[in-house]
């Protein structure tokens, strides 16, 4: 007899629909809400029930979902068969399991002695918890309630010992899946503060360490499993992540309406999926919130032990009117006076930071009621404790979450209740508004010894996107319409007028240069003057520098490469030489190698590809086809001529990752240069085959952007070959293309393409618009 059979949901019927017998033979019903998943629970076990032989000494075990009757639509079964040392087992379970996976559950199983099933739970500490939620089915009922009550209890013996190892195993997991309540496509079960979370609060209330479970989490709980719940009959699967595409089907699930009042203010953005984003981000963070309270409690609880004979704990002042108590932060007993001192809740949030310790929760209650208003312009105190916090580092985080949390910040910023979990539709964002400024503002921390005045380098990470989510009139973008907000909170602060607009400057030209870097020509002179322009001096340049790849971290790493970091800082180089010595960079000097030896030359690196040849029409477009042929993705490409010869250089990447065969590649530029007409027509194939999809592509022009040449700008979904397509169109309808800029936005791209001569006539640009637009 085997008395040890473990099988997964791997063993089940896969990851995809449930097959129609469940509706048929098990008869499960559907629907959102605490009744549909009890009416599910008892479906299961009216069906299970029969599956399993009247024999003494047997029992059927529900865990999971089905032992807490809280099933979703397209949730798996985990049971359990315990027996008393019964024979058979093998055939039994077998019996047992086929059925279930023939009806097409998923199915979570193991068959087990009451003895070795405790054995598990003690070596391991996800088997423990999930024997909390074990729960009778059908069989010997009293050895299924020994088994309930005897996980229980060995809990409760022993959880002080094992919570190291599931805090352990529950930090790896918030590292892989991220924080629900800032993320905006994040797994409801997995990621921190989402449903994994609450079974943990389940097990530290269950060992009595403290209660966990208050109400508000209890609601938090609900509305995240009727979340989940409209997310499977949204799909018509089993799915735990709430991604953009699915948000406002289950949002029209849950009747979850955006109100007018919202959607004409712009106060939030215009979607009902974005009304269901800030719910769950709510309730995401009630669920941390109280689990870091768990954690805490679970924490004094071991120190008390290991303390011994005199359980007292220690009070350490940490900073003025803060004192570090049992591992957590409190008032000194001075601070607590008849006038409070305004600053206090910062200067308590920057000790916080800085200490890298949480504040107690009496504390932060204690704060929000009593702590008074600051008032206009903010006492010195208070601004420095505010850049204290916001430079801390690591400590910022965890330290703002908390004051968030207790309604502190917006005592100090009135505009963070707009800004609190605000989504941002952008699929290069990974965070909603709020946390992706306080990330921006930590990123920043780690340049600020780069720049003259890392003060404003941190309040200017910190306010770059305030304007988002506020209706723009006349095209303006998020940083035209942020400046002024931005300005108007630094004043209050207390900041002096000219910092004020320093500020401002810096929140409105926070995409000039990531912007300028990948759409524009460097070595044009016009381009290194007008961005020093409008930066001004050296200060600011280096500031903006910094904020730029603070900025970029907090976004995502879709966000940032080296080759965009080595524009920018190109840039930057180029844009204070002009600003320090008030004399233009000189272009740089064409590749000597591709001047001599026979045509054509073809030189190639990781990242460029340098061709020389027979100057003629076209060369740009054929090079840039074959480049697409090779599954290169061109990022920026240059064409000219020296001495006769037509030299193009571009600098590229794979578009799936793999590099071509460099000798693969070699022959067929030299083939296609020398105009082979097997080559072009290769590219043309692969070319129109590739062609992507997407909204409506544009195009806009830009005058006086560049010293001998006419911009022109495309803006389209991307597609392999799209450069390609364009310049041979350009080609085609008698235009010079001298150098082309890309810049990939997620799954758009921004060309810019310089167009040699003077600005075109009104009819011309409409040609040659109607000629690119086919191209796309």
């Not at 704060?367 to 206009?376: D, F, G, R, W």
């Not at 010195?380 to 430079?391: H, M, P, S, V």
């Not at 240069?673 to 027509?681: F, I, K, N, W």
Request: glycine residues 8%; neutral net charge.
């Amino acid at each position: 007899m085997t008395s040890l059979i473990k099988g997964s949901a791997s063993d089940s019927a896969g990851d995809g629909d449930a097959h129609p017998l469940v509706n048929e033979v098990v008869g499960v019903p559907g629907g959102i809400g605490e009744g549909a998943r009890r009416a599910r629970a008892a479906a299961f076990e009216r069906w299970l029930t029969p599956l399993l032989p009247d024999r003494p000494g047997i029992a059927l075990v529900a865990v999971g979902g089905l032992g807490r009757r809280q099933c979703a639509p397209y949730g798996d079964l985990d049971l359990v068969l315990v027996h008393a040392g019964v024979s058979g087992m093998d055939e039994l379970a077998s019996k047992l399991w086929y059925p279930i996976w023939d009806a097409g559950l998923r199915l979570d199983h193991s068959v087990r002695t009451l003895a070795e099933a405790l054995s598990v739970a003690q070596d391991d500490v996800k088997v423990a918890l999930g024997l909390l939620d074990a729960r009778y089915v059908a069989g010997d009922r009293e050895l299924a309630d020994t088994l309930a009550r005897t996980a229980t209890d060995h809990w409760r013996r022993t959880a002080v010992r094992q919570l190291p190892a599931l805090r352990e195993i529950t930090e790896a997991r918030w590292q892989a899946h991220g924080e629900l309540a800032f993320l905006l496509e994040g797994d409801l079960k997995e990621a921190a503060g989402g449903l994994r979370d609450v079974g943990i609060l389940r097990a530290i209330a269950a060992a009595g360490i403290t209660d966990a479970l208050r109400p508000a989490v209890r609601a938090a709980h609900l509305r995240l499993l009727d979340t989940r719940d409209a997310l499977h009959e949204q799909v018509g699967r089993r799915v735990d992540r709430l991604v953009a595409q699915e948000r406002d089907g289950v949002a029209a699930r849950l009747g979850l309406r955006q109100s007018a009042g919202d959607a004409a203010s712009a106060a939030v953005a215009a979607h009902d999926g974005d009304v269901l984003l800030r719910r769950v981000a709510g309730d995401a963070r009630t669920v941390s919130h109280a689990l870091d309270d768990a954690w805490r409690a679970a924490d004094r609880l071991r120190s008390g032990r290991r303390r011994g004979a005199d359980p007292r704990p220690v009070r350490r002042p940490v900073a003025r009117d803060v004192v570090e108590h049992d591992g957590e932060l409190v008032l000194a007993r001075t601070a607590i006076g008849a006038r409070p001192d305004p600053s206090l809740s910062l200067r308590m949030a920057a000790a916080a930071a800085t200490t890298r310790l949480p504040i107690a929760r009496a504390t932060c209650e204690w704060l929000a009621a009593y702590c008074p208003p600051l008032s206009s312009p903010w006492p010195a105190d208070a601004r420095t404790a505010l850049i204290t916090l916001l430079g801390a580092g690591p400590g910022l985080v965890p330290a703002w979450e908390t004051c968030d949390r207790y309604g502190l910040i917006d005592g100090w910023l009135p505009e963070w209740t707009r800004m609190r979990s605000l989504p941002q539709h952008n699929p290069v964002h990974r965070y909603t508004l709020d946390r992706h400024l306080v990330q921006t503002a930590y990123e920043a921390s780690r340049h600020t010894r780069e720049v003259d005045r890392p003060d404003l380098l941190l309040l200017g990470a910190f306010l770059h996107d305030i304007g988002k989510g506020l209706p723009a009139e006349g095209g303006a973008d998020h940083s035209t319409v942020g400046a002024p907000l931005a300005e108007a909170v630094v004043a209050r602060v207390g900041l002096p007028e000219p910092e004020v607009a320093l500020i401002g400057t810096l929140v409105r030209l926070h995409l000039l240069l990531p912007d300028v870097a990948t759409r524009r020509d460097l070595s044009d002179p016009v381009t290194i003057a007008r961005v020093a322009e409008q930066v001004g001096d050296s200060t600011t340049l280096d500031l903006l520098h910094a904020l730029v790849r603070a900025d970029a971290a907090a976004t995502g790493p879709a966000a940032w490469s080296d080759w965009k970091g080595r524009l920018v800082a190109e840039l930057v180089a180029r844009v204070r030489t002009a600003l320090d010595t008030g004399v233009l960079p000189a272009p740089p000097a064409p590749d000597p190698a591709l001047l001599a030896g026979p045509l054509p030359v073809v030189h190639l690196t990781e990242d460029r590809v340098a061709v020389a040849a027979a100057d003629r029409r076209g060369l740009l477009a054929t090079v840039a086809g074959c480049l697409a042929l090779h599954r290169l993705e061109v990022l920026s490409a240059d064409a000219s001529t020296v001495d006769g010869r037509a030299l193009v250089e571009c600098r590229v990447q794979p578009r799936y990752g793999l590099p071509p065969d460099p000798i693969a590649l070699g022959g067929d530029l030299r083939r296609a240069v020398a105009g082979d007409v097997s080559v072009t027509q290769r590219l043309r194939g692969r070319a129109l085959a590739a062609r992507g999809s997407g909204a409506a592509p544009r195009v806009v022009w830009h005058r006086d952007a560049a010293t001998d040449a006419v911009l022109l700008e495309l803006r389209a979904a991307d597609a392999a070959g799209l450069l390609y397509r364009v310049t041979c169109a350009l080609d085609e309808a008698g235009a010079q293309v001298r150098a082309a800029r890309i810049s990939t936005l997620g799954g758009d791209v921004v060309d810019a393409f310089y167009l040699v001569g003077g600005w075109p006539s009104d009819g011309e640009r409409a040609r040659l618009e109607a000629t690119v637009l086919a191209a796309v």
